[in-house]
C-alpha cells in the first residue's frame, strides 16, 4: 500500500496514510472536533482507517479510553504504527473486525460513546471506486449505514453518546434510522463550505434511550463570503492539547 506522511493539525499529529484510500479531510477534523467527551469515559471508533480520528480523540481528551475497530487489516496496522509514532500506544488501541459481527468482540453497552464517519453513499446507489480501501471507506461496499446504526447501538450504555458526520442529503435517511433504534439525536449542526451554498454535511449527537428533543445548532460555515476560512472551521482545528514552549 502506498502512503504518504503527514502533517495533521499544524503537526499536532505525524501520520502515515494511505495514497489510494481514506485520508484526512474537513469531515475528520470537524468530526473530532465535535465530540464531547467526559473523564476516563470509554470511546470507540467504529471504521477507524489509519487511526486519525482517534489519535485525534486521545490529544483532546487524554483521560479518555479509546478504541478504533476496522476491517481492513492493512489500515489496523498503519492505525497502530501511527499510535507509536505520535506516543499514543499506551492509551489508543485498534482492532481488526467487521462492525457488523460487534457482538463477537465486545460486551453489550460497553461504551460510553461511539464515533463514526460512515460510508457517505451506499454501495447499490452509488458508482464506487475501483479501489478496495477507497469503495470501503466511502461506498459502503462492506456495510450500509443501517449497519452502523445498530452496531452502536449494542456498543453504547443507557444515555451513551453516538456521534457522526454525513452527507447533509441524508439527514431525514440517518434522523429515521437512529429514532428507530431508539438512539434519539439531541445535536445536529450543518456545515455549509461557504455562505449562499446548500449544506454539504451534518454533525450529529445522538443519545441512547434518551427522551425526545433535538437542538438545531447555528451553521458552521468552511469559508465566508470573501473565502476566508471562518473562526469556527479555525477552531475546530485546535485540539486544545498544552504547546510545545
Request: with cysteine.
Amino acid at each position: 500500500m502506498r502512503t504518504t506522511r503527514d502533517a495533521i493539525l499544524y503537526g499536532e499529529l505525524i501520520l502515515d496514510q494511505p495514497v489510494d484510500g481514506p485520508r484526512v479531510s474537513v469531515d475528520t477534523v470537524l468530526l473530532s472536533s465535535y465530540v464531547k467527551v467526559r473523564g476516563s469515559e470509554k470511546v470507540i471508533e467504529l471504521g477507524s482507517a489509519h487511526g486519525a480520528i482517534s489519535l485525534l480523540l486521545a490529544r483532546r481528551f487524554p483521560s479518555a479510553v479509546i478504541e478504533g475497530l476496522e476491517i481492513q487489516p492493512g489500515l489496523v496496522a498503519m492505525a497502530r504504527r501511527n499510535a507509536t509514532r505520535n506516543g499514543l500506544q499506551e492509551r489508543v488501541s485498534f482492532r481488526e473486525g467487521d462492525l457488523k459481527s460487534v457482538r463477537e468482540f465486545y460486551p453489550a453497552q460497553s461504551f460510553n460513546a461511539v464515533v463514526v464517519n460512515p460510508p457517505y453513499d451506499e454501495a447499490a446507489r452509488s458508482r464506487h471506486s475501483p479501489r478496495e480501501s477507497e469503495a470501503v471507506a466511502r461506498h459502503g461496499t462492506r456495510c450500509t449505514l443501517e449497519d452502523v446504526i445498530r452496531a452502536a447501538k449494542y456498543l453504547l450504555a443507557n444515555r451513551g453518546k453516538l456521534f457522526l458526520v454525513l452527507r447533509a442529503k441524508r439527514a431525514a435517511e440517518l434522523l429515521s434510522m437512529l429514532s428507530c433504534e431508539h438512539i434519539e439525536p439531541k445535536r445536529i449542526r450543518p456545515v455549509y463550505p461557504s455562505p449562499g451554498r446548500e449544506a454539504s454535511v451534518i454533525l450529529v449527537q445522538a443519545t441512547r434511550a434518551a427522551g425526545k428533543g433535538t437542538i438545531l445548532e447555528s451553521p458552521l460555515f468552511i469559508q465566508d463570503a470573501f473565502g476566508k476560512y471562518t473562526p469556527e472551521l479555525l477552531a475546530a482545528y485546535d485540539t486544545g492539547a498544552p504547546k510545545c514552549p
